[in-house]
């Protein structure tokens, strides 16, 4: 069975530009979370999607958004990029509430 | 707010000793799951063990256990017979009963010494 996959693996951006990172679930896994990595505030919530509707939200600013398609598969999008949206993105997914989730191997985005 | 502190930014343990790492977290829910995550330097997060609050009993995944004290809000993980492949970070997380966010600490990076 595959694992949660991400694409691309490695991003560099110029800042004011915006970029899509790819999220694809095990299959049966209803649920995609977002997180976002880094050295100074750690891992932080994102936002989560279940059956295409976005379930809940972290802190973030509009900047930072997210869709999900009738395959499960997952988008999210940050628009107008500032150095500090350098970071380590995670993808997590899981069959539903109180299942466990699954980690992908992250997408780093480098903005510059 | 739900939050996840990990007093100990950086553990070693020899090869085959143990080594407990610690976590405490707030909370005024009574339903709620812990995990311990891994993440090697591939960065791929890697459950290790998930406890469930109702549950007594304390969670153990082979070598790795943990010791849940949901009075005081404690969540420690033993590692015994660390192996040089059980370096990494390891993260704890908490996550509230009917919601999928996590709230993770700032992590505990492990050297496993030969």
């Known amino acids: 069975k595959a694992g949660v996959t991400q694409t691309p693996r490695y991003l560099i951006k110029t800042r004011g530009q915006q970029v899509t990172l790819s999220c694809s679930p095990i299959?049966?896994?209803?649920?995609v979370s977002w997180y976002q990595q880094t050295p100074g505030q750690g891992l932080q919530f994102l936002f989560e999607?279940?059956?295409?509707?976005?379930?809940n939200k972290g802190n973030f600013p509009g900047r930072f958004s997210g869709r999900q398609f009738s395959n499960s598969r997952s988008e999210m999008n940050v628009s107008t990029l500032e150095l500090g949206d350098s970071a380590l993105y995670l993808c997590a997914s899981s069959v539903g509430r109180n299942t466990e989730a699954f980690f992908g191997q992250g997408t780093r985005l480098t903005v510059v | 707010a739900q939050t996840v502190t990990q007093s100990q930014p950086e553990m070693s343990v020899q090869e085959a000793e143990t080594v407990t790492l610690s976590c405490t977290y707030d909370?005024?829910?009574?339903?709620?799951?812990l995990f311990w995550y891994k993440q090697p330097p591939s960065r791929q997060m890697i459950l290790v063990i998930r406890q469930e609050a109702y549950k007594q009993q304390n969670a153990t995944e082979n070598r790795f256990s943990v010791n849940f004290q949901k009075a005081a809000k404690s969540f420690s993980l033993k590692i015994s017979d660390s192996q040089l492949g059980d370096a990494a970070m390891y993260f704890c997380a908490y996550r509230s009963a009917g919601d999928n966010d996590m709230r993770f600490g700032a992590g505990t990076r492990l050297t496993v010494k030969p």
């Open positions: 999607y279940f059956s295409e509707t976005q379930r």
């Open positions: 299959s049966g896994h209803r649920s």
């Open positions: 909370t005024s829910e009574s339903d709620y799951y």
